[in-house]
């Protein structure tokens, strides 16, 4: 199985802060990548699809980057809503796997 | 509106089985593959199991293969996830999801259920 390792496993930051996600998988996926934004009690959301493709809906501050191994998920202007957990999943091949998750923390 | 309504979960007994079952509305549900991921409290995210839209296409995660049956009724549009010989280190919220774009073999999910909570303890 790849294995998707996400990093950091959690954040603190202020409102305004550009903040950056980075998700690495354990083989080569080409840019089959997605990220998600999960707030508690709530089912996850997809915000990115493809490594880049913003989601339909989903504010232009969020974006993602890379290719192969390396991901990256960028909010440039952090919002008060944006305060949850992000989690990257390989697209590429069963068993699908996602990263152990972010947790996006008010500083 | 595209729309996923998961049920069927509760609390069972080590050992024991449940059926879980999504229902959808808002969308062409034969078009799509459709997977099934959970979450232990507290937990990330794990993929469970998947089916194609026809339903012939079906893959598992080691974890649950030979204990769970994943299947399919397009005419009521309803997905099923059959969990047998249920364990403690199943308990997790179980969410259903619509896989991608129809017939590209993309497998990001959008949208997820609402969940529902399934916990084996006796």
């Known amino acids: 199985d790849i294995q998707m390792t996400q990093s950091p496993s959690s954040v603190s930051a202020s409102v305004g802060d550009r903040v950056t996600i980075t998700c690495r998988a354990s083989?080569?996926?080409?840019?089959?990548l997605a990220w998600y934004q999960q707030k508690p009690g709530k089912a996850p959301k997809l915000l990115i699809y493809a490594a880049y493709s913003l989601q339909s809906g989903v504010p232009s501050r969020f974006s993602g980057s890379g290719s192969g191994t390396d991901f990256t998920l960028t909010i440039s202007s952090l919002q008060s809503e944006d305060f949850a957990t992000y989690f990257c999943?390989?697209?590429?091949?069963?068993?699908?796997?996602f990263g152990g998750g972010t947790k996006v923390e008010i500083k | 509106e595209v729309q996923l309504l998961d049920s069927g979960g509760g609390l069972v007994q080590p050992g024991g089985s449940l059926r879980l079952s999504c229902s959808a509305s808002g969308f062409t549900f034969s078009n799509y593959a459709m997977s099934w991921v959970r979450q232990a409290p507290g937990k990330g995210l794990e993929w469970v199991s998947a089916?194609?839209?026809?339903?012939?296409?079906?893959y598992y995660a080691d974890s649950v293969r030979g204990r769970f049956t994943v299947s399919r009724d397009n005419s009521k549009k309803t997905l099923y996830l059959q969990m047998n010989s249920l364990r403690a280190e199943d308990t997790a919220v179980y969410y259903c999801?619509?896989?991608?774009?129809?017939?590209?073999?993309?497998?990001?999910?959008?949208?997820w259920g609402q969940g529902t909570l399934v916990t084996v303890s006796s």
């Open positions: 083989q080569g996926i080409s840019s089959r």
């Open positions: 999801a619509r896989q991608g774009i129809p017939v590209s073999g993309t497998r990001w999910f959008d949208p």
């Open positions: 089916i194609g839209s026809g339903g012939y296409n079906i």
């Open positions: 999943q390989q697209t590429d091949s069963f068993a699908l796997t």
